[in-house]
């Protein structure tokens, strides 16, 4: 399998730009206007005028920039767009419809058909499902039509109707300043009084055991199954996950972090803090690099490998910490390519922590959507080679004292397999913990969070948790006895001190 090349790393940074809802929203609307415009820019003065309409704009594209509408709120997103047809009763149809047909034309045609079928292989008619996807997708993207139609429309009509007006007077000046007063504070409003469904910060730092050199595990094996959705992980026909779930320990309230993004998520799982402190919140990354120390860090401190097996967006965030898979590859065959090359990072440099990020079944809840057979059918194939895996870990010895753990970074909901908002789906994910050290068929019904990933790992492996990590240490999965000698070792070193 071919690592991700350099320009695969810089294309993934630019599609996140038109992905991402936060920059497509001006990036569309300046495309658009500039489209419908194109005749015009000969003429004398008009040039001047675009840009006095741009940035007539400005401050609305700030605001939409900063405040996010998700899920319901979306519906809010048409009210600034009513009162402004109230206070200036100026629309351009031709202007509206063709911003409304190049955004379904880049959703539905150049994202959900043309860039699926040359990335991973998708139908060249995936447009006569994707559309469905668009229209109920709730995620931060730029396919979330419920919010970007109303967006857009606003912000193109209080452009055109800028150029329509060239002599502004200052009445009218201050009626639009008032304007943008009035949503910036109905933004807010709505934020502070309906944005309440994030999952609450574990307000200290990892505490509830202390951390030793002393390691439980020599190895940790960690398979991320990218969105894997819980309920549909529930309904498939997996007798490897079920096996080690039901013969480990099952944390069955296992809550994402916010915003539900691929790259924020692995960010929060291997840090163990959430974006506010790491820095990475969103799939756009616009500085590089996590500003907190990783479990890499921790490991490094103890003379310990480890080796993140992901997609070039995580790049981003762990640099050369990750050993880079191309995500080009048709979505049959690119888990098993995954794995094949995971045995070889494993024969190559026997790193004491794996994680491994296999991505068809995220892929295929994009492309083809979480509630078809197609995306049961890709949790199946994990199953499988997740066992596959297992096992030749298992015949080359790589397996005497070690834990096994299977988790999704975050679930999927309706729509373009939407993950970002916390929508029905996206919040709780499979997480399971397997091997010697590990309680066997216990089921954990506490609220716990993915932070706790990092501090976990770190003592199973006997390094210093990372220096920001919040989560507290997953120990009910591991076995009293175990507790009990570390204690019991960490007294006696104690003693002798």
């Known amino acids: 399998m071919k690592k991700a090349s350099s320009f695969e790393k ?68 048409w009210i600034p767009l009513v009162a402004y047809l109230i206070i200036w009763n100026n629309v351009n149809l031709g202007l509206l419809f063709t911003a409304v047909g190049l955004y379904f034309f880049f959703t539905v045609f150049f994202w959900g058909t043309f860039y699926y079928h040359l990335r991973i292989g998708t139908s060249w008619l995936n447009f006569t499902r994707f559309w469905k996807l668009v229209l109920k997708n709730s995620d931060s993207t730029s396919g979330n039509a419920q919010e970007q139609l109303p967006k857009f429309l606003l912000l193109l009509s209080l452009w055109n109707f800028s150029l329509s007006e060239h002599t502004w007077s200052g009445a009218e000046i201050g009626q639009l300043i008032l304007f943008y007063v009035g949503v910036f504070l109905f933004s807010w409003i709505l934020h502070k ?75 929060s799982m291997f840090t163990g803090t959430y974006p506010f402190e790491h820095g990475i919140k969103s799939n756009m990354v616009w500085k590089l690099g996590i500003k907190v120390e990783s479990v890499f860090d921790s ?55 794996q994680i491994v990020q296999l991505i068809s079944t995220d892929q295929t809840g994009h492309s083809r959507g979480v509630l078809y057979d197609e995306y049961i059918q890709k949790i199946e194939e994990a199953d499988t080679l997740v066992k596959e895996y297992y096992d030749w870990l298992k015949e080359k010895g790589r397996l005497e004292n070690y834990t096994f753990i299977v988790c999704a970074d975050h679930g999927q909901a309706d729509g373009i397999g939407g993950h970002g908002h916390l929508d029905e789906g996206e919040r709780f994910v499979p997480f399971f913990m397997y091997g010697p ?61």
Not at 459 to 485: D, H, Q, T
């Open 437 to 497: 050290a590990i309680e066997s068929g216990k089921v954990v019904e506490e609220k716990h969070s993915l932070v706790s990933l990092a501090s976990t790992i770190s003592y199973l492996l006997g390094a210093p948790f990372p220096n920001k990590a919040r989560g507290p240490v997953l120990n009910e999965a591991i076995r009293k006895e175990v507790l009990i000698n570390d204690a019991a070792k960490g007294d006696r070193i104690s003693s002798s001190s």
């Open 193 to 267: 009084n309906l944005f309440d469904w994030k999952p609450k910060v574990i307000p200290t730092y990892t505490s509830n055991v202390v951390a030793t050199s002393r390691e439980i595990n020599q190895k940790v094996i960690v398979m991320v199954i990218d969105g894997m959705r819980k309920e549909r992980f529930e309904e498939a026909n997996t007798p490897f996950l079920d096996f080690l779930r039901k013969n480990g320990t099952e944390y069955a309230r296992m809550e994402t972090v916010y915003p539900a993004r691929t790259v924020v998520c692995f960010s």
């Open 10 to 77: 810089a294309a993934a940074r630019c599609w996140n730009l038109l992905n991402e809802g936060k920059p497509f929203t001006p990036i569309f609307t300046v495309g658009t206007m500039v489209i419908y415009s194109v005749a015009n820019f000969g003429k004398s003065g008009f040039l001047a005028d675009f840009l006095l309409g741009l940035l007539a704009i400005l401050p609305l594209l700030v605001i939409y920039y900063v405040f996010d509408f998700p899920l319901f709120l979306r519906n809010y997103l």
């Open 299 to 353: 490991l490094r401190k103890v003379s310990k490998k480890g080796s993140l097996l992901a997609v070039a967006h995580l790049v981003d965030s762990f640099g050369s910490d990750v050993d880079t898979f191309t995500a080009v590859m048709h979505n049959d065959v690119v888990d098993r390519k995954i794995i094949e090359r995971a045995k070889l990072i494993m024969d190559e440099k026997n790193p004491d922590l």
